[in-house]
């Protein structure tokens, strides 16, 4: 069993506070945290992580007492360093004294080669050695669509940025296969993880990563297995009219929960998810997520 919390906010900083609350965890206390946002682009959630959401998320990690912070991130297509800026990313290192790494700048000697038996990448892919290495790792990601083969983009989608991009044709690769979803679940068998946090408050249901139709979804969804969250957010968008692609089929059996499930990194069907909620608006909303899977 793994504990979701699903919140149904509108208020972001509300939705990082009661995603800790409702989980009960703390991952942070006297270790070292690497924090993984989602900054595909610069553009306006849920294109890339809200700042709002980023920095509630390191008050609640300064608070639980982390001994340090290292943001590790790469864009794609958008250049890194300009994603970064134009985020406010830097301002924020110097508020909460953290480390930024940009991962499309560090030698090769910060990669790690990775090839899990099975996998369907050619020769396995470099991984980042930050998130190799890493004491606790807590990412963010955004609830949203993928018009270029993904499906969609949610908490498995978020680890592409932890191959590299510029000298290597890792991407080429991935986008250009025929495997691309069961690639992406594959990164992720690579290194393990503490918490995931989704913002879900706009979403995209159809083109993505960068542009697409927004809708509000308002919820906060949260937990450490990320075949829930990801199981949990198919559902969310269907629920709000999605792609034919992501409405196809049982949930369990799109491709990138699929695989994930075959390589043992999370739950394998709904009956293992122990939903945590804050009101009955919340109850009300697992409720008809639940439905979804029946469907």
Same mark, same amino acid.
């Given at each position: ?45 849920? $294109? ?141 068998? $690579? ?30 969804? $949260? ?67 639940? $439905?979804?899977?029946?469907?």
């Amino acid at each position: 069993m793994t504990n979701v919390a699903v919140i149904s906010t509108n208020d972001r900083v509300y939705g990082v506070n009661k995603s800790f609350e409702l989980l009960g965890i703390n991952p942070a206390k006297g270790r070292n945290v690497v924090l993984k946002p989602n900054f595909n682009t610069a553009d306006p959630p849920p $294109a890339s992580t809200d700042m709002d959401t980023f920095r509630q998320i390191i008050v609640k990690i300064r608070e639980m007492g982390a001994k340090s912070i290292t943001v590790a991130e790469r864009c794609g297509p958008a250049n890194t360093e300009e994603a970064f800026k134009k985020k406010g990313l830097y301002e924020l290192a110097e508020e909460f004294d953290l480390e930024i790494v940009n991962l499309s700048t560090i030698p090769e000697e910060e990669w790690v080669m990775k090839n899990p038996a099975g996998n369907h990448w050619k020769d396995g892919f470099l991984f980042a050695k930050v998130f190799d290495e890493a004491e606790v790792v807590i990412e963010t990601c955004c609830l949203k669509t993928h018009q270029y083969g993904g499906h969609f983009t949610l908490s498995l989608k978020n680890a592409t940025a932890l191959v590299p991009r510029e000298g290597f044709d890792y991407m080429k690769e991935l986008h250009s296969s025929p495997h691309q979803r069961k690639m992406i679940a594959e990164i992720n068998s $690579a290194y393990k993880w503490d918490l995931i946090i989704m913002d879900g408050i706009v979403s995209f249901v159809d083109g993505g990563p960068m542009e697409g139709t927004r809708k509000d979804a308002n919820v906060f969804v $949260a937990g450490t297995d990320k075949i829930a969250i990801d199981a949990i957010g198919v559902a969310l968008l269907r629920m709000l009219g999605t792609t034919q692609n992501v409405s196809n089929g049982p949930i369990f059996e799109q491709e990138q929960i699929a695989r994930a499930v075959e390589l043992g990194i999370g739950i394998s069907s709904l009956d293992e998810i122990e939903f945590l909620t804050d009101s009955t608006k919340s109850e009300k909303l697992v409720g008809q997520i639940k $439905a979804e899977f029946t469907k």
